[in-house]
């Protein structure tokens, strides 16, 4: 067979494999773009898995309790004088521009400061921003396991009385996409409507 015959045949080929059934979504996926994230894409981390702990109401949580919504986790404790109230003011507005969407977000809020964080002081310290967020408390060595999952730094910093201390920690958010695997890390300060277009985008992906 002469090369041009060859070239022929091959083409014929070409064409009716485009015509078969499932061809489209394959040469689709190819030219699908990886999204787009304002935070650092974290897609296959083999860290930040999950977490277990006990929320302000005394309920066991995991990160499948929330699967179908998008989940924000972020560290930090109630005595905390400007990042934490800081960031979780930017998820509950995060929340308010995503609008119906909204419904779909789950915040939580890890408390480093078990000593201090009891049940009823975290619960109050979520209504401040949203009553739907919750906070989780382990015991200290529960905390600290959580915290090197997450790569989450955190050190007590003594004051100057047993209870005025303070804790030096990590900033950042965790996004977890409805199937429950982590796949962005804000840093703090990045703001709420970057954080609100990340969260969208993870929705679209599950509508």
């Known amino acids: 067979m002469n090369t041009s015959l060859r070239r022929r045949d091959a083409l014929k080929t070409i064409a009716a494999c485009a015509v078969l059934p ?3 979504a394959l040469f689709t996926a190819c030219s699908e773009k990886k999204p787009s994230f304002h935070g650092v894409d974290i897609t296959g981390a083999e860290y930040a898995r999950d977490l277990e ?9 995991s990160l499948k309790d929330f699967r179908g919504k998008v989940v924000v986790v972020f560290f930090g404790y109630t005595q905390c004088p ?11 507005e995060a929340k308010r521009l995503l609008g119906p969407d909204g419904e779909r977000l789950q915040g939580i809020f890890v408390t480093i400061d078990p000593e201090r964080d009891t049940p009823g002081l975290l619960k109050a310290y979520m209504a401040n921003f949203d009553p739907n967020f919750i906070a989780l408390r382990g015991t200290p060595e529960q905390t600290a ?3 090197k999952e997450f790569k989450v730094y955190y050190k007590k910093i003594e004051g100057k009385t047993p209870t005025s201390y303070t ?5 950042g958010s965790y996004i ?8 962005v890390f804000h840093r703090y300060g990045s703001g709420a409507q970057a954080l609100a277009d990340d969260l969208r985008t993870l929705l679209r992906e599950s509508p």
């Open 167 to 171: 804790m030096d920690h990590s900033a």
């Open 145 to 147: 396991a959580v915290a």
């Open 176 to 183: 977890f996409d409805p199937e429950g695997r982590v796949r």
């Open 82 to 92: 400007d990042v934490c109230p800081t960031s979780l003011q930017e998820l509950a």
């Open 22 to 24: 499932g061809a489209g």
């Open 53 to 61: 702990l006990t929320d302000h109401n005394g309920q066991q949580r």
